[in-house]
DNA sequence: GATGAATGAGGATTCATTCAT
DNA sequence: CATGAATGAATCCTCATTCAT
């Protein structure tokens, strides 16, 4: 069976925490205030994706999201820590959708196919999100050192997790390192997005759930 | 038989010549071009696989090198130019050794060994070189218009090419789009090698060549 | 009469317009900005006699009117824009001035005395714009391509009126090309003018007025 | 009777002196070095007239007189020494032939008539140097300290002399001070010439020769 | 809280000049 | 004599960040 590992479990709780406070009785100014963060970030987001991280000037985000320049700095540290943000919180909402859904699932291999949809799915209904993601946020990763590659951990562990139980149902081959296999799954997957952004996206991205899926559970077989 | 594509002819050709001339005799003041041409490619490959492209300046270029800051653009037009040569030049080089190692197999499984094969030695053995490519290239393939994707997709066609040969061979299955099948490997070979530059290279790199053969090939039969 | 042509109509109204806007009641902060352009144009003005246009850095601009060296680019689009908006502004005073003055007087050869009188005290009244004027700009008319030459071309007008007015008036020689008469005034004023700048100006350029309204008149009656 | 002044007739021995050399037998490889030296002033009239003074690199230069960077340095000490010497030697030129045609005439007013056909004729002939002379020559004569303006003196000295003569001889008005009817001539012409060459020449410069000397010679009468 | 004017450090690029060949 | 590769000082401009209003 499929546990969340110990690293998630707080996950859930402060999504669960988060989601509590939105939907939690705000007072008008607070709820102006959560409404204004969301569009810079959804600013960031939007000019990011055109222009790529060191392309985009904290100007532009600011008439982008129609404030001034000095506020966004009262609602981030910096530049950086938009980016940052953009990444976490996306993240945290992937991990908990990924969490949720195979919580409804019984069979490995159909939790592998949940994640595997979800990701693509989930990328390709928002363009910008998914530019800032396959081509901005690899990069940052690299370079900025405060990046916590934590998320992107957890999300691994997900599938890593996925994968030791089918292995252990006896669904995949149980001669396969879980964690290689964890590459290829999660490679598949980013080629597929990156390969969608960098085309321009002619095609719907969760379109190619289907095919992929076909190789990878072949392939895991 | 896999067949070198007509858009790949003039690279093996090119390639071919430019060894040539390398070889044949030069002046003196020729070869030390070459040789500061090559520093300065060189020099550049350490510095942005350690900062990033953004954040490296000409002149840090310039002091690894050993040149004066002016002495970059007698060989390059720009700082983007010496990205895109590193890009280019490398490029042509994979190609041209993957399309050497093909033609020296007839099985196409084989082949598609030898390029899995390649392309993770040929990234693990140069870390910078491998960092720049699976990171600071991505980025600017996405933000810079003058990039040209011909080499990204002389490089697909030549997968493409051994993946075709071997459904009408009957060693993989042919129910697949190859298009897609291609996406996987390179997915696949990418994520390993990104993978591998964000995890600072525990592990060697080649050493992954053949666990992701097993399963990409066993994906695709 | 004298009547003010069509492409002329314009600046008077704009002129006016700026006039009203600058006495109409304004905002602290925008009374600042005002003044803090002004500081920056007199400081280039200053400093491009002192050096020449090329020889002149942002920064000893910013530096000479007490402002940041980006505080520039925030009135200005960049370093030749600076010359630019020296050239059109003190045209369009100019212009204005001379309108005004001619508007004042009946007699042709008045006006054109008036024109001769306004010329000489109005770049005899600032050094440092006279040397800008007829060293700099003339230069820069020639190289940039941006360079409005219409401002020079409505003074020239202004002119040419006049002279047609007075041989309509039988004061001037009416067998005299207009156009050819206001190379030769405007010469004979353009001249003196680059003298005295060149010279150092070891005597008042006002009192050039006299003896040069003496000889055109003399030469075009 | 016109007598060239004490500061002049250094001017025309040198001269003399200077085209006593160019005739005298050379050897091949003095010719060849005259002739080099000529093909750089040439290039660098040219060059300057397209893209003025300061945006005329070394390197153009050279290019354009099919040599080398290094070569312009045998033959001229730097930059500023190729505008002084077109200006110089251009000017030698000028002040030789306006005394030859000079000395050639008996009446004053001929004389004037003589050096406006000059002054018009000689710039109206070649356009880069007209160009040259005109635009950056002014804006060096401003900047340059090294400057020597003791030719364009001889220059105006020569005209000054002309119409003090006239003056003594009865044919101009005896009231007008010499210095300022020189710069109404000088201006005259000056503007002419520029307008010629603002304009891009769309008339020949030379036709503007009579109305000129009609107005001048009427003022000044 | 919000604004946006001001700051000034930082960096790519140019080009006159030199000098080894 | 001539070459042209190499130098490196010099400068325009951008933009993240601050802070007085």
Redesign the pocket.
């Known amino acids: 069976m499929f546990t969340i590992t110990p690293s998630l479990g707080y996950l859930v709780a402060s999504i669960g925490g988060f989601m509590d406070a939105t939907q939690s009785k705000l007072s008008n100014?607070e709820r102006?205030?959560i409404e204004?963060r969301q569009r810079i970030l959804d600013a960031a987001i939007k000019v990011i994706a055109k222009n790529g991280f060191q392309?985009?000037?904290?100007?532009e985000v600011a008439s982008e999201a129609q404030?001034?320049?000095?506020?966004i700095?009262?609602y981030f540290q910096?530049?950086d820590d938009l980016l940052i943000t953009i990444f976490e919180e996306t993240m945290d909402r992937f991990i908990a959708d990924g969490v949720k859904e195979i919580a409804k699932r019984t069979s490995p291999t159909d939790k592998l196919r949940a994640i595997v949809d979800l990701h693509l799915s989930g990328l390709g209904s928002n363009e910008d999100l998914a530019a800032v993601f396959q081509i901005e946020l690899r990069h940052s990763i690299h370079t900025m050192k405060q990046f916590s590659q934590t998320k992107l951990r957890d999300y691994f562990n997900i599938i890593e997790g996925v994968i030791e139980e089918a292995q252990r149902a006896g669904e995949l081959r149980a001669d396969l390192d879980p964690w290689t296999a964890v590459k290829v799954v999660f490679g598949a997957l980013d080629e597929m997005a990156t390969n969608w952004v960098l085309r321009k996206k002619e095609y719907a991205l969760k379109d190619m759930a289907a095919p992929t899926i076909d190789i990878l559970i072949n392939g895991l077989k």
């Open positions: 100014r102006k205030k204004k392309g985009t000037t904290v100007a404030v001034a320049d000095g506020t700095y009262l910096n530049k």
